[in-house]
């Protein structure tokens, strides 16, 4: 079985994210998306509401689990034996993020391997950062974000 892990902090899942798990899910048969505590980013959605809303989103098919994790990612995917990570590249500034955070893993475990796909070219200037920002102001995000995290973020700044 073809089992892929995606990691993120998901604060909160983006209409990009979902473009991102979609075609992960047409190369493999499992995709485990998995929300990682993030200690050093301020987060809006606990960890469960992150990993609520994400298992909402892909509550048809059983070939998508979401599990959250606190600590190295190296550690879940020994815990899994699943060595392969998935990410997506909306543009080249995440391609240099990514290739460090890709090479880092790499060196803690030699038998990881990053796998990226591209994006959605209309969905890559999505990021979670600007959903909050437009929402915390009340502007409309139903663009950005799967209908269930509409709702969600306009409850968390009572919009
Ligand atoms: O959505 P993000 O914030 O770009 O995701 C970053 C994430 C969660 C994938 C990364 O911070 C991570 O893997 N965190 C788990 C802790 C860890 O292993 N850090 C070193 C990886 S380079």
């Known amino acids: ?3 892929i892990v995606y990691p993120g902090s ?7 994210h979902v473009d991102v798990i979609k075609r992960l899910r047409n190369n493999f048969d499992q995709v485990t998306v998995l929300v990682a ?9 606990t960890i469960d509401e992150r990993k609520r809303m994400i298992e909402d989103v892909f509550d048809y098919d059983d070939g998508i689990t979401v599990e959250s994790w606190d600590g190295l990612l190296v550690d879940f995917l020994e815990k899994k034996k699943c060595y392969l990570v998935g990410k997506g590249l909306r543009s080249v500034r995440d391609f240099e993020y990514e290739m460090d955070m890709a090479y880092t893993n790499q060196s803690l475990n030699k038998n990881i391997d990053t796998f990226f796909v591209l994006t959605q070219s209309n ?4 990021s979670s950062t600007l959903v909050k920002e437009v929402g ?10 799967p209908d269930a995290v509409v709702r969600a973020v306009q409850k968390k700044f009572n919009k």
Not at 10 to 16: M, Q, R, V
Not at 137 to 142: E, H, V
């Open 37 to 45: 505590n993030t200690p050093q980013k301020k987060s809006l959605f």
């Open 1 to 3: 079985m073809r089992h």
């Open 123 to 126: 969905l890559g200037f999505i």
């Open 136 to 145: 915390s102001f009340g502007g409309d995000i139903s663009k950005f974000v």
């Open 10 to 16: 998901f604060d909160p899942i983006t209409n990009g």
